[in-house]
C-alpha cells in the first residue's frame, strides 16, 4: 500500500526565518509527486509536480527537491502569507493518488 | 477561466437523512474525482471518472454512498442514509486525460472549494 508521511505536523517561523519540510513516501510505482497548499475552508492548490529523482522545482520562496524516498519543500525567507497547510501526495502508475496529513506553517511578523 | 464548482458549500442534516453534493469541473477536464477530507488529514480518494465511466470506486462505500456523471461533464455525489461518521469535507477535482500520457508523466488535479458537510 501506497504511504506518505509528512513531517513536522506543524511549523511555527519567525518571518524571513527559512526552513525546510519533509514528505516521506512509499510507492509501488511513482507516476509523480505532488505539494500542494490549503488554506483554511479552500481546496487544495497545486504548486509542484516532480517525476524523478534529483529534479527541482522553485516559485517565489517555495523550492521542491526530490530523492527516491523522500521530498522536502523549503520555504526561503517566508513571509505571512506563506502560512497554510502543505500537503504532499503520490501518485502511482494506477493514477491513485495518496496524500499524507500535511504540515501546517504559520509565519508571524 | 472558472475553476472547480461545488454546491453547497456547506451542508448539516441529521443522521438517516440524504444528502448530495454537486460538481461542474473545468471545462476541458475529462477526468473527475471525489476526495473525502477529514479534519486534520489528507484528501482520500473516493471515486474517480473518465468522461461517463467510474474507473476506479474501490474506495466507495458503495452500501450508502453513490455517484454519478451522466453527459461527462457535472457530477453528483449522493450518501442515503447518512451517518455522524460521514462528517468531513467532500471536495471534487478535475484533470486533463491521465491516459493520454504515458506512465512517467501525470496532469496536476484541480480542486473545488469542498463542501463541509455536518452530521448530527
Known amino acids: 500500500e501506497d504511504q506518505v508521511t509528512q513531517s513536522p505536523e506543524a511549523l511555527r517561523l519567525q518571518e524571513g526565518e527559512s526552513s525546510s519540510l519533509n514528505c516521506s513516501y512509499t510507492?509501488?510505482?511513482?507516476?509523480?509527486l505532488f505539494w500542494y497548499r490549503q488554506d483554511p475552508g479552500k481546496g487544495p492548490e497545486f504548486l509542484f509536480t516532480?517525476?524523478?529523482a534529483g529534479e527541482e522545482k522553485e516559485k517565489e520562496r517555495l523550492k521542491a527537491t526530490l530523492t527516491k524516498k523522500e521530498s522536502f519543500l523549503h520555504i526561503t525567507a517566508p513571509k505571512p502569507e506563506d502560512s497554510a497547510t502543505y500537503l504532499c501526495?503520490?501518485?502511482?502508475?494506477?493514477?491513485?493518488?495518496?496524500f499524507g496529513a500535511g504540515t501546517t506553517v504559520t509565519v508571524r511578523a | 477561466e472558472a475553476g472547480v464548482v461545488q454546491s453547497p458549500r456547506y451542508k448539516i442534516i441529521e443522521k438517516k437523512q440524504p444528502v448530495a453534493f454537486w460538481c461542474n469541473p473545468i471545462?476541458?477536464?475529462?477526468?473527475l474525482y471525489w476526495y473525502r477530507q477529514n479534519l486534520g488529514q489528507g484528501p482520500e480518494l473516493l471515486i474517480r471518472?473518465?468522461?461517463?465511466?467510474?474507473?476506479?470506486d474501490s474506495q466507495l462505500p458503495k452500501d450508502r454512498f453513490s455517484a454519478e456523471r451522466l453527459k461527462g461533464v457535472d457530477s453528483t455525489l449522493k450518501i442515503q442514509p447518512a451517518e455522524l461518521g460521514d462528517s468531513a469535507v467532500y471536495l471534487c477535482a478535475s484533470s486533463l486525460d491521465l491516459s493520454l500520457l504515458d506512465s512517467r508523466h501525470s496532469y496536476e488535479q484541480y480542486f473545488g472549494p469542498g463542501t463541509r458537510l455536518t452530521v448530527t
Open positions: 471518472y473518465e468522461n461517463e465511466e467510474a474507473v476506479d
Open positions: 471545462s476541458g477536464h475529462n477526468t
Open positions: 501526495a503520490v501518485q502511482a502508475t494506477d493514477y491513485k493518488l495518496s
Open positions: 516532480l517525476y524523478s
Open positions: 510507492v509501488s510505482g511513482l507516476r509523480g
